[in-house]
């Protein structure tokens, strides 16, 4: 029995496995034991035997044959990853991916909330099954690069707004709408004519670097952790020529100690729950 860890694992099974029976296109293949492992209802296939003749009847190239049957621990997996598709993931009352930056300056601090507050709202006004499919997707993708999402973030600088290469001025004014109704908007505060800002003009800052991309990629990067871990938990004493062990990842490694991080819910894997590191 060979001891690997789960990256390791999901490496083997999607890279040298899963892509069976799908030729030279491998996973991307409908033909292949990924590609059917998703799109079967396994309430209705018992055994790899049973897939290899839905695959038979499609009337394609038969690259099952030609390749081998996967691995029934890379089935094991593949199953495993699938279902991630109908679960979902829940960002902490408390979600901070910036908590590294400098916050010493309380309009960095502030900027880089709003960023947050953007992203989370971005995330959280998705339906879950495209969370789930994203879920799924990040998880076939670092398994096939071998190598965990890149968490790196650059603290971005503050700078005044800017319109044509000068700071810009703004103003609130008070509209009314066609129902009669009162809106109070924001737009350009400085006066052309009189070449100086309006009365109550005010100036705004900005980040020199949005920082949405590293933001959402530390999310991935929290997302990758806890699949982890619940796959593990998931396929422990599940594998027949693979034993899993334990590896120690941090859901903020930008940070001295673990932080907050995203959890995932939903959908559990026919086979019982068992810790690994209770096992450990």
């Not at 949005?210 to 599940?238: C, F, K, M, Y």
Request: with cysteine; proline share 5%.
């Amino acid at each position: 029995m060979k001891t690997v860890t789960m990256e390791e694992l999901l490496t083997w099974a999607f890279v040298n496995e899963l892509p069976k029976g799908g030729g030279v296109d491998g996973l991307d293949n409908a033909n292949s034991a990924w590609r059917m492992l998703e799109a079967s209802s396994w309430g209705k296939i018992t055994s790899f035997a049973e897939l290899g003749t839905l695959i038979d009847r499609s009337g394609g190239t038969n690259y099952f044959i030609e390749q081998g049957e996967p691995h029934e621990d890379a089935v094991t997996v593949g199953r495993a990853v699938a279902q991630l598709a109908a679960c979902d993931i829940v960002l902490p009352a408390v979600w901070n991916p910036l908590a590294d930056w400098p916050d010493d300056d309380a309009t960095m601090t502030a900027l880089a909330a709003d960023a947050v507050a953007r992203v989370r709202k971005r995330i959280e006004d998705r339906t879950q099954p495209r969370r789930g499919r994203e879920m799924v997707s990040l998880v076939v993708g670092t398994a096939i690069l071998s190598r965990a999402p890149d968490w790196t973030a650059e603290p971005s600088k503050v700078k005044l707004v800017e319109r044509g290469g000068k700071p810009a001025w703004f103003v609130r004014r008070v509209t009314t709408d066609v129902l009669g109704n009162r809106h109070e908007i924001e737009v350009d505060g400085y006066n052309p004519r009189s070449q100086r800002p309006h009365r109550g003009a005010y100036r705004k800052y900005e980040l020199s670097t949005a920082p949405d991309g590293d933001i959402l990629s530390r999310l991935d990067h929290q997302i990758w952790v806890a699949v982890n871990r619940r796959l593990e938990t998931e396929l422990a004493g599940h594998l027949i020529d693979h034993r899993l062990v334990a590896e120690e990842r941090s859901m903020t490694p930008w940070l001295e100690r673990e932080g907050q991080g995203v959890a995932i819910v939903g959908a559990a894997s026919d086979a019982p729950a068992k810790n690994l590191r209770e096992r450990a």
